[in-house]
Structures are given as C-alpha cells and as structure tokens.
C-alpha cells in the first residue's frame, strides 16, 4: 500500500434530508484551485490472478462549515503536507496521521445542485449551477383510523 494525493477540482457530498431524501452539494475551495485529498493505493492479485488497482479517499469528521451537508469530509491537504503525505519513506505512519484532519472553516465553499450529477449519461455545464433547494413538507402523522393528526 502506498500513499496518494488526488487533485479534483471540486467533490460533490450528499445530504440525507430528515424525509430521507437526498440533496448533492458541490465543494470546491474559496479560492478556486484544485483540492489534493488524502488517498491510498494498491495492487494486488485477484483469485483469477489478475492485478487489480484498488485506491480510496482517506475521509475525516466534517468541519463545522461543512458539517450541516454531511458528517465526514475528505482530508483535504495543504501546503507541506502534500509532500509529507506522500513521502511514505520519510514519514511515519503516525506523522501522517497527523496530516489528516479537517479543513479550518472558511477554506472551502458549496452548494446545492441539481441531483442530474449523479447519471453518467449528464455532462454539461448545469451540472454544478446552484438550483434553489424545497425544503420538504413535514411528515404528517395519520392518527389511528386513518385520520390526519392535528397535532
């Protein structure tokens, strides 16, 4: 296993919704450049023998910013860090764990778009423009013999 920095231009997260619906949300840093996220790879053998790539994104707790879309977020490294991160001779496992940990509020901004980022079969432009998000209609509760609770 080896360590890997990945370099979107921005990450899309989703929210659950208390009615258990999902709204994307689009993520870039205020400044606009390319994020480096904390990642790992491998290469490994298949039980056909195959080599196979396998790489995931390292993900720590939300920061507050970004809390209110999702509880977790990708690290997110900056400056020197890169480098640390991906110097896995000389920086220990430890060390790099260190380098892990949320963004400070203020570093990143978002927000809600439109749900087609999640068919393969959309690519344009209005993918990441903001859309105006419906908050849903409360649940109502239906009292027993089906009638609706007033309370």
């Known amino acids: 296993m080896a ?26 840093l205020t400044d ?9 790879y491998a290469t490994w053998v298949g039980p056909e023998g195959e ?4 790489v995931a994104t390292i993900t ?14 990708p690290a997110i490294l900056e400056g020197d860090a890169i480098e640390q ?22 570093v990143v901004k978002f927000h809600p ?7 393969a079969r959309d690519d344009d432009p209005g993918l990441i423009a903001e859309v105006t998000v419906q908050k849903p209609e409360p649940v109502r509760k239906k009292a027993a013999g089906g009638q609706l609770d007033l309370f």
Not at 11 to 17: A, D, L, R, S
């Open 32 to 40: 606009d450049r390319p994020m480096a996220l904390a990642g790992l």
């Open 3 to 28: 360590a890997a920095s990945f370099r979107p231009a921005a990450i899309t997260e989703w929210h659950t919704n208390p009615d258990k619906s999902k709204q994307p949300y689009y993520i870039t």
């Open 85 to 106: 991160w991906l110097d896995v001779r000389g920086v220990t496992a430890k060390a790099a764990y260190q380098l892990a940990l949320p963004l400070e509020d203020g």
């Open 51 to 54: 080599e196979i790539d396998s």
């Open 113 to 119: 778009v439109s749900t087609r980022v999640n068919s």
């Open 60 to 73: 720590v707790p939300a920061n507050g910013q970004l809390s209110v879309v999702h509880d977790r977020m």
